[in-house]
């Protein structure tokens, strides 16, 4: 088992579970909130399950772990990367053929998506379950009072204001280029590929990332465009 701590193929394959993981989520994640354009109903019943309820605080610290784990190893392989090329990652690199921009960017894209989790904890989750935990009932939204379980008041309050809107897009942009890459990276340090399927699963790839962030993008702008129409 110390091989998959300490080898350098074993942390990519910690970081490919992990990573896939996590993509399985976004995909979940993406699903439930697109509910909220064909019914606010649905969606407040969706966040009332994922509310204050054991099973909805174990998923999320899973999730947090997921994400602890994910960086601290993508931070250890940066840190072996440089240290072994040396001076070289001095030299202004000439981009190798075949090397997509992404791949070389990777984890400055992760630590982009992570700077955006962190404004969307402070807007959704911690105003959310963490405030149900705290037993609260209502919760300052603006110049309203909401129920924490109301999420589809959060995406009307938060993306009428044209500033979270362009953040969120910026955050959906960066986590395209992660995904994109990212996936088909893992699915490699897995091992399923071969000569035709390695292109497959780039395709597939692209794919679920492009999937993930229109269906957040399409919430995000539909709610803003509803937000301008009725002004
Ligand atoms: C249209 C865009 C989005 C909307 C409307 C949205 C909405 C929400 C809501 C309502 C919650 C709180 C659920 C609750 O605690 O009851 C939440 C939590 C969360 N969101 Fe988002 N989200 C969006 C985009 C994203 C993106 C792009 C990511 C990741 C890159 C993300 C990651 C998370 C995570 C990790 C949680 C915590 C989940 C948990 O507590 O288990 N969200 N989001």
Same mark, same amino acid.
């Not at 993981?21 to 697109?34: D, E, S, T, Y």
């Not at 392989?77 to 070389?104: C, F």
């Not at 091992?191 to 699963?201: D, E, F, H, K, P």
């Not at 790839?205 to 702008?221: H, N, W």
């Given at each position: 088992?110390?091989?998959?701590?300490?080898?350098?193929?074993?942390?990519?394959?910690?970081?490919?579970?992990?990573?896939?993981?996590?993509?399985? #989520?976004?995909?979940?994640?993406?699903?439930?909130?697109?509910?909220?354009?064909?019914?606010?109903?649905?969606?407040?019943?969706?966040?009332?399950?994922?509310?204050?309820?054991?099973?909805?605080?174990?998923?999320?610290?899973?999730?947090?772990?997921?994400?602890?784990?994910? #960086?601290?190893?993508?931070?250890?392989?940066?840190?072996?990367?440089?240290?072994?090329?040396?001076?070289?990652?001095?030299?202004?690199?000439?981009?190798?053929?075949?090397?997509?921009?992404?791949?070389?960017?990777? #984890? @400055?894209?992760? @630590?982009?998506?992570?700077?955006?989790?962190?404004?969307?904890?402070?807007?959704?989750?911690?105003?959310?379950?963490?405030?149900?935990?705290? %037993?609260?009932?209502?919760?300052?939204?603006?110049?309203?009072?909401?129920?924490?379980?109301?999420?589809?008041?959060?995406?009307?309050?938060?993306?009428?204001?044209?500033?979270?809107?362009?953040?969120?897009?910026? +955050?959906?942009?960066?986590?395209?280029?992660?995904?994109?890459? %990212?996936?088909?990276?893992?699915?490699?340090?897995?091992? +399923?590929?071969?000569?035709?399927?390695?292109?497959?699963?780039?395709?597939?790839?692209?794919?679920?990332?492009?999937?993930?962030?229109?269906?957040?993008?399409?919430?995000?702008?539909?709610?803003?465009?509803?937000?301008?129409?009725?002004?």
């Amino acid at each position: 088992m110390s091989w998959l701590l300490k080898s350098s193929i074993g942390k990519k394959l910690i970081m490919s579970v992990t990573g896939i993981a996590l993509v399985l #989520f976004l995909l979940f994640h993406a699903a439930m909130n697109v509910t909220a354009v064909f019914s606010e109903e649905a969606y407040n019943a969706i966040c009332a399950l994922l509310g204050a309820n054991w099973y909805a605080v174990a998923g999320t610290a899973a999730l947090a772990a997921l994400v602890a784990i994910h #960086f601290i190893y993508a931070l250890i392989l940066t840190m072996q990367n440089r240290k072994a090329r040396g001076n070289d990652s001095y030299a202004v690199s000439v981009r190798p053929k075949n090397v997509e921009w992404a791949s070389q960017n990777m #984890f @400055v894209l992760g @630590v982009i998506v992570i700077g955006f989790l962190l404004l969307h904890f402070s807007q959704f989750w911690y105003k959310m379950m963490f405030a149900e935990l705290l %037993g609260n009932h209502h919760v300052e939204l603006g110049s309203a009072t909401v129920s924490p379980q109301d999420g589809a008041e959060f995406i009307k309050y938060y993306f009428s204001q044209t500033w979270v809107v362009v953040a969120y897009l910026v +955050w959906y942009v960066a986590l395209w280029f992660h995904l994109s890459h %990212g996936f088909w990276s893992a699915i490699q340090t897995i091992g +399923w590929n071969n000569t035709i399927w390695l292109n497959r699963w780039k395709v597939i790839g692209q794919v679920t990332a492009t999937v993930i962030c229109l269906a957040f993008a399409f919430v995000t702008i539909y709610f803003y465009a509803r937000h301008m129409i009725c002004l």
